[in-house]
């Protein structure tokens, strides 16, 4: 040290170097994980949502079944893409994405709140729309008009980007005088109306607290109140916060949401800038060609309870919250890049909470972003977990809600929720929309999960648990957030409803004494049509129908498929020409169908069932989506058959989704298959005769053709369904047998009647 060191700085120095020595050779601390807590038993009683594509939760849920895309560019009432936009990813000051998710108009009552229409201009929307999902939230939970502990019922919500639009204008106002001194109250006088003027509802009409607070205080509640900032994982945070509240019986009902309407210049910019924007404006999450993510508004709410408190008091109850884990990152490279140890932490909490094993569970709800980064880190994380708990190969469904509506930010967790709480309700695997090709990196047919691109029944033969799913949220900063849910099975199995309440299309049926009479009828509806009624054609449908009860047999009759008002009036127009037109008896594959008398109205109806070689893969999808008594159909041949299969019969006719030709190919091979072809044919048959008598259309007499004579037998009562199935197998077991063994096969000829003799006496 050159002469310039003390003794006791040198010996000040000595001491820390020994000491830095001392701690990087000892052990690293081992932190344990404390005990689990005890499984959580928070029910879902109510949710409504107002979201890109869908302003309630019905057309939410229609649209997931029907893949709808909800992501559109810009809207120009919005604010005009053009001026900010540039191809670059690196133009300075420019966003090179003009995409995103947008909600629709939303009609808003002040009065329905007790608000004076005059303090609406100086509160931001995203308030108002809280107010409003909340209310619908209420009302669906059947506590609009009902009493409920208010004293003791809380509001939680995860917010985000509120507050910018009317603080744009407040601090562009504020900063006039600064800028351009005595030329400002010119200035703000030729302005106008672009500039919020300040009132005394201003400063808590931008807070992003207040959105809580003012729930509270429209509703009256007297619980806790406040929002939640954990970026995109807010409202699963805030999911996170409201089962503890409930766990802790601080209160007794949680109303949790998300809220956030940021989609301004300003958010386009700060995501082009960390690049994450996908450039053709779509969450292809866990594809291939995933490049970043299309940003969204969007509000969702759930009211929350203690799932003994919602029996109590006879709720509906769409699914049961049994864990809810958090963690963070710890420190990492970035603040904003995900880290797969965290989300791990994160699942191993919930699922430790939960008292069950990630294995048992059949869907996840990812965060699924749809970027590089984040889909690899949270499959990696997903994987590990499952694979540590022994989970099965591909068992798994997995997918994104973001794939539909783009990533709502803050209100993305509770948005996922309400999707898989509804998929727990109705029993169904949602599908995920932008999935071409599987992102190789993560190696999916060899884990344990497959991304579902179909709506799909379902399926869950075995009653030892309930059907189970998860739900993850991340946010910058490394907030990880994952929530555990089960299936609830403590209502009644008997209470059946069809999974959709909007379908594609309608049937609409008439019926009159004369042809002069239909018409007349056909004039007047396509008036009413025409002249912008707003009746659901769901509605209209049903009453037509039992109108056309009423009529009796005779007279001629008018059936139409149709999908909107304008088909509906587009093909009664069409079929007015066609009765003008004489005839007694048409149909085209418009969906029109017209005869000048009802088709057997003394005759009797009889089911003819198939034989081997119609079968399909994925034939009664849609059906056994749609209605309990297909799905329950496939259930029990999975259980009748479980001992002959060795795997669910199911998973030949309903397979995981695959992304080529030859892998379709290798899946109908399967089916196809004598052994499996037979009970598969036999189960789909009896749960469309299932469907058929639930509907009141009942045969008088049945036949079959080869194999369908065995149905055909079980549908007139003469062998059991169970049998039936039993049967089916042992067939398909025995032709197999004799096909390997090369002492039997079958064949298929075509030949006239003449021809065949010679053909069957032939000495091969």
């Given at each position: 040290?050159?002469?310039l060191?003390?003794?006791?700085?040198?010996?000040?120095?000595?001491?820390?170097?020994?000491?830095?020595?001392?701690?990087?050779s000892?052990?690293?601390?081992?932190?344990?994980?404390?005990?689990?807590?005890?499984?959580?038993?928070?029910?879902?009683?109510?949710?409504?949502?107002?979201?890109?594509?869908?302003?309630?939760?019905?057309?939410?849920?229609?649209?997931?079944?029907?893949?709808?895309?909800?992501?559109?560019?810009?809207?120009?009432?919005?604010?005009?893409w053009?001026?900010?936009?540039d191809?670059?990813?690196?133009?300075?000051?420019?966003?090179?994405?003009?995409?995103?998710?947008?909600?629709?108009?939303?009609?808003?009552?002040?009065?329905?709140?007790?608000?004076?229409?005059?303090?609406?201009?100086?509160?931001?929307?995203?308030?108002?729309?809280?107010?409003?999902?909340?209310?619908?939230?209420?009302?669906?939970?059947?506590?609009?008009?009902?009493?409920f502990?208010?004293?003791?019922?809380?509001?939680?919500?995860?917010?985000?980007?509120?507050?910018?639009?009317?603080?744009?204008?407040?601090?562009?106002?504020?900063s006039?005088?600064?800028?351009?001194?005595?030329?400002?109250?010119?200035?703000?006088?030729?302005?106008?109306?672009?500039?919020?003027?300040?009132?005394?509802?201003?400063?808590?009409?931008?807070?992003?607290?207040?959105?809580?607070?003012?729930?509270?205080?429209?509703?009256?509640?007297?619980?806790?109140?406040?929002?939640?900032?954990?970026?995109?994982?807010?409202?699963?945070?805030?999911?996170?916060?409201?089962?503890?509240?409930?766990?802790?019986?601080?209160?007794?009902?949680?109303i949790?949401?998300?809220?956030?309407?940021?989609?301004?210049?300003?958010?386009?910019?700060?995501?082009?800038?960390?690049?994450?924007?996908?450039?053709?404006?779509?969450?292809?999450?866990?594809?291939?060609?995933?490049?970043?993510?299309?940003?969204?508004?969007?509000?969702?709410?759930?009211?929350?309870?203690?799932?003994?408190?919602?029996?109590?008091?006879?709720?509906?109850?769409?699914?049961?919250?049994?864990?809810?884990?958090?963690?963070?990152?710890?420190?990492?490279?970035?603040?904003?890049a995900?880290?797969?140890?965290?989300?791990?932490?994160?699942?191993?909490?919930?699922?430790?909470?939960?008292?069950?094993?990630?294995?048992?569970?059949?869907?996840?709800?990812?965060?699924?972003?749809?970027?590089?980064?984040g889909?690899?880190?949270?499959?990696?994380?997903?994987?590990?977990?499952?694979?540590?708990?022994?989970?099965a190969?591909?068992?798994?469904?997995?997918?994104?809600?973001?794939?539909?509506?783009?990533?709502?930010?803050?209100?993305?967790?509770?948005?996922?929720?309400?999707?898989?709480?509804?998929?727990?309700?109705?029993?169904?695997?949602?599908?995920?929309?932008?999935?071409?090709?599987?992102?190789?990196?993560?190696?999916?047919?060899?884990?344990?999960?497959?991304?579902?691109?179909?709506?799909?029944?379902?399926?869950?033969?075995?009653?030892?648990?309930?059907?189970?799913?998860?739900?993850?949220?991340?946010?910058?900063?490394?907030?990880?957030?994952?929530?555990?849910?089960e299936?609830?099975?403590?209502?009644?199995?008997?209470?059946?409803?069809?999974?959709?309440?909007?379908?594609?299309?309608?049937?609409?049926?008439?019926?009159s004494?004369?042809?002069?009479?239909?018409?007349?009828?056909?004039?007047?509806?396509?008036?009413?049509?025409?002249?912008?009624?707003?009746?659901?054609?769901?509605?209209?449908?049903?009453?037509?129908?039992?109108?056309?009860?009423?009529?009796?047999?005779?007279?001629?009759?008018?059936?139409?498929?149709a999908?909107?008002?304008?088909?509906?009036?587009?093909?009664?127009?069409?079929?007015?020409?066609?009765?003008?037109?004489?005839?007694?008896?048409?149909?085209?594959?418009?969906?029109i169908?017209?005869?000048?008398?009802?088709?057997?109205?003394?005759?009797?109806?009889?089911?003819?069932?198939?034989?081997?070689?119609?079968?399909?893969?994925?034939?009664?999808?849609?059906?056994?989506?749609?209605?309990?008594?297909?799905r329950?159909?496939f259930?029990?041949?999975?259980?009748?058959?479980?001992?002959?299969?060795?795997?669910?019969?199911?998973?030949?006719?309903?397979?995981?989704?695959?992304?080529?030709?030859?892998?379709?190919?290798?899946?109908?091979?399967?089916?196809?298959?004598?052994?499996?072809?037979?009970?598969?044919?036999?189960?789909?048959?009896?749960?469309?005769l299932?469907?058929?008598?639930?509907?009141?259309?009942?045969?008088?007499?049945?036949?079959?053709?080869?194999?369908?004579?065995?149905?055909?037998?079980?549908?007139?009562?003469?062998?059991?369904?169970?049998?039936?199935?039993?049967i089916?197998?042992?067939r398909?077991?025995?032709?197999?047998?004799?096909?390997?063994?090369?002492?039997?096969?079958?064949?298929?000829?075509?030949?006239?009647?003449?021809?065949?003799?010679?053909?069957?006496?032939?000495?091969?």
């Amino acid at each position: 040290r050159d002469g310039l060191c003390t003794l006791a700085e040198l010996h000040e120095e000595v001491s820390a170097e020994s000491t830095r020595r001392l701690r990087s050779s000892a052990r690293p601390a081992v932190v344990a994980e404390p005990p689990s807590p005890s499984p959580a038993a928070v029910a879902i009683v109510g949710m409504a949502c107002i979201l890109p594509g869908a302003p309630d939760l019905k057309t939410f849920w229609s649209n997931i079944l029907n893949k709808v895309d909800a992501i559109t560019e810009v809207p120009s009432d919005r604010w005009d893409w053009r001026r900010y936009f540039d191809t670059s990813r690196s133009a300075r000051d420019k966003i090179y994405s003009r995409w995103g998710g947008f909600i629709d108009e939303v009609a808003f009552d002040p009065a329905d709140f007790g608000m004076p229409p005059s303090s609406l201009r100086s509160i931001e929307p995203f308030q108002l729309l809280a107010l409003a999902v909340v209310r619908s939230a209420l009302e669906d939970a059947g506590y609009l008009d009902r009493p409920f502990p208010r004293e003791r019922t809380s509001v939680i919500l995860g917010a985000g980007g509120g507050g910018a639009d009317l603080t744009a204008g407040y601090m562009v106002r504020s900063s006039l005088p600064s800028l351009f001194n005595g030329e400002a109250a010119a200035l703000v006088e030729q302005l106008g109306d672009s500039l919020p003027e300040w009132t005394e509802d201003s400063f808590p009409g931008i807070l992003m607290n207040v959105a809580a607070g003012r729930v509270a205080n429209r509703f009256n509640l007297g619980g806790v109140n406040y929002t939640v900032d954990a970026a995109c994982a807010s409202s699963l945070a805030a999911i996170y916060l409201a089962v503890r509240d409930l766990e802790a019986r601080t209160s007794d009902v949680a109303i949790v949401g998300g809220v956030d309407a940021i989609q301004n210049p300003f958010a386009f910019l700060c995501f082009s800038k960390t690049q994450a924007l996908s450039p053709n404006g779509r969450c292809r999450s866990f594809d291939a060609e995933g490049d970043g993510i299309a940003i969204s508004e969007g509000f969702a709410a759930v009211i929350l309870k203690r799932l003994e408190d919602a029996e109590r008091d006879g709720d509906r109850i769409y699914a049961v919250i049994r864990g809810a884990g958090g963690s963070s990152d710890g420190r990492d490279r970035g603040l904003t890049a995900p880290r797969p140890e965290g989300q791990v932490r994160a699942l191993r909490r919930a699922y430790a909470q939960a008292g069950y094993s990630p294995a048992t569970v059949e869907l996840i709800e990812a965060h699924g972003t749809g970027t590089v980064a984040g889909d690899q880190a949270e499959i990696k994380a997903l994987t590990t977990f499952f694979r540590e708990a022994g989970a099965a190969r591909q068992g798994c469904a997995i997918g994104s809600i973001k794939s539909m509506i783009g990533h709502t930010k803050a209100t993305a967790g509770v948005a996922g929720l309400i999707k898989t709480a509804l998929a727990l309700s109705h029993r169904v695997l949602p599908p995920t929309l932008g999935v071409d090709r599987p992102n190789p990196k993560a190696n999916f047919p060899e884990s344990p999960f497959h991304v579902n691109t179909e709506p799909r029944p379902w399926i869950h033969a075995e009653r030892t648990a309930p059907r189970r799913a998860g739900v993850s949220a991340f946010g910058f900063g490394g907030s990880n957030f994952h929530i555990t849910l089960e299936e609830y099975t403590g209502g009644f199995l008997s209470d059946r409803r069809a999974t959709r309440t909007i379908w594609p299309a309608d049937l609409f049926l008439w019926r009159s004494r004369s042809r002069a009479m239909l018409l007349d009828t056909i004039s007047r509806l396509v008036e009413v049509l025409t002249s912008g009624c707003r009746l659901p054609l769901a509605d209209l449908a049903y009453a037509l129908a039992r109108a056309a009860e009423g009529m009796g047999d005779g007279g001629p009759s008018l059936a139409v498929v149709a999908a909107t008002s304008e088909d509906l009036v587009e093909k009664l127009n069409a079929a007015s020409d066609l009765l003008r037109g004489g005839g007694e008896r048409h149909h085209d594959s418009r969906g029109i169908h017209f005869a000048e008398r009802p088709l057997a109205v003394d005759g009797q109806i009889a089911f003819l069932f198939p034989g081997q070689g119609s079968q399909y893969v994925n034939m009664t999808r849609d059906l056994a989506v749609a209605f309990d008594e297909v799905r329950e159909c496939f259930e029990q041949a999975d259980l009748t058959l479980a001992a002959e299969l060795k795997r669910p019969l199911s998973r030949w006719i309903f397979p995981p989704p695959v992304f080529n030709s030859e892998d379709e190919k290798q899946l109908q091979i399967a089916l196809t298959e004598t052994h499996i072809a037979q009970p598969a044919l036999a189960a789909t048959d009896m749960a469309v005769l299932r469907l058929l008598v639930r509907m009141g259309i009942e045969p008088d007499m049945t036949a079959g053709h080869s194999f369908g004579e065995f149905v055909a037998l079980s549908a007139a009562g003469c062998i059991s369904e169970h049998d039936l199935l039993e049967i089916a197998a042992a067939r398909g077991r025995f032709i197999r047998e004799c096909t390997t063994d090369e002492s039997g096969t079958m064949a298929a000829v075509f030949a006239s009647p003449e021809d065949l003799p010679p053909l069957l006496l032939t000495n091969p």
